[in-house]
């Protein structure tokens, strides 16, 4: 406590490079900061597209790293919510709840914008970075996690705190992509018994859609992915339809999911990040009230595009952040329901390694086609 901890970490030095295993100093935590031991960390695609230099907000040299699950080291001054020896996972949407904080007071969204311009600036709320090299270079945070490294300072804000008996090599992908496709649909959408869904692809992100869409006891659930190796899982998790555009070169996806219906399904998620894909997601939700959400994240620069029509005859287009949970508040329940198995989870981990130095194997992995999370245990 109190010290400079000096730990291996991956870290990425400039874009589109592999990352490399550094012996790192992780500095303290300062007020309101929490320094954090990484258990175990999944990859997520975000943290791949930075790394590639895709993302022009992306600053190099940093430690990347969003989806992870931790036991907190230590805290900084003025930390009341986490003890050290708490099992926390790091959300990259924070929750403040401060009185004063008008997002965090209302029920509509969990976009607390409390440290969000020094989070997208890659440091800490004091304006300055807890990681350097041996020789006092500074490393740029990421998303308000980093948590490829063995050791990383996040603010209190950004910690929900779990059970301690939930194990953080499964548990840490609530803090990312799976959390996102449950609450998509539990939340965001608040999709009800007996409705029909779309889900445009088949990740880690768009199976949750399909997972929480069974558990909404939804009556017809499509699953639309050019992959057809993830439509057994689908299946599993209780998709009713399986279609692959790549088969059905001639007719427009949207057109084929609307002649299913008559009218369209009345929820349908974009798990794709393609903006053509957003698309058909928009247009093939159902005439007078279908509603669909823009789960996938895309690439810089592009746009989605509809007809106006499509509004004007009831449907509307909306999107979620990190599911629309709060994360403080409602993390802590997912990974109860997980505990209690009412929320299994274990199924999207289909790969799994060893050690900060396989996380570029991990990658590697992620680029597969069969993988959905690849989970990197410290
Ligand atoms: P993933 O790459 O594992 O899954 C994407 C799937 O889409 C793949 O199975 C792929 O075969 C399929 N696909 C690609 N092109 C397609 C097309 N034209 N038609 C149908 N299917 C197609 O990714 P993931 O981890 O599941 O994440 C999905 C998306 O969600 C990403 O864009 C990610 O950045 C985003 N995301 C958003 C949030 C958020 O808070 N909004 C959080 C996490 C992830
Ligand atoms: O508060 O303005 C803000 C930043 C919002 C961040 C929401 C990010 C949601 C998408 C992240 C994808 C992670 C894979
Ligand atoms: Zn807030």
Redesign the pocket.
Known sequence: KGKVIECKAAVAWEANKPLVTETIRVDPPKEGEVRLKVVANAL???DV?TLSGQDPEGLFPCILGHEAGAIVESVGPGVTSVQPGMYVIPCY?PQCKDAACIFCQSPKTNLCPKIRATQGRGVMPDGTSRFSTLDGKPIYHFMGCSTFAEYTVVAEISCAVVSEKAPLDKVCLFG??V???LG?VLKTCAVEEGASVAV?????????VVQAAKIRKARRIFA????P??FEMAVQLGATDCL??NDIPDKP?QQVIVEATTWGVDYSF?????V??MR?ALECAHRGWGVSC?????ASGKLIQTRPFQLITGRSWK?????GWKSRTDVPDLVDQYMDGKLPIDHYVTHSFEGVSAINDAIHA?HE?D???AVVSY
């Not at 639309?224 to 992959?227: A, C, E, G, K, L």
């Not at 974009?270 to 393609?274: Q, S």
């Open positions: 997520c695609h975000t597209y949407t990312c992509g959390s996102t496709g998509a445009f692809g088949l990740g880690a992100v768009g199976l949750a639309v992915d050019t992959n190796k993830k692959n555009p996806i974009d798990a794709t990040g393609n053509e894909v058909a823009v789960i996938g994240v895309a999107g979620t952040a990190f599911g992620l086609g993988c959905l999370r």
